[in-house]
């Protein structure tokens, strides 16, 4: 390996590095940010999600993004807002 490409190598691994640190959800507000998310899911599953994407001609993270956003607002529009139950809901934020 020349020193041209283990400078490129260390200059691609520090961009990464850096996109990552930009991305990264900073403990502030729930919108601001991004987590990294890695899930197995059924073949079944992954197949429907790309035929999602596929269909509405966007990514499989905007049909995931958009299928747990809808859900959630289902969950916390039959919640009395600051009842036990909402505490419950939203007191556990992993």
Known sequence: MTVDEDEKRANARERQRRSRERRKWRGGREQEGEKPLSAWISIISYLALR???????????????????????????????NSPEWQRYFGEQR
């Open 51 to 81: 035929r999602l994407a596929a269909h509405y001609g966007v990514t499989q993270r905007q049909v995931l993004e958009h299928l747990i956003d809808r859900e959630d607002q289902v969950v916390t529009d039959g919640i009395e807002r």
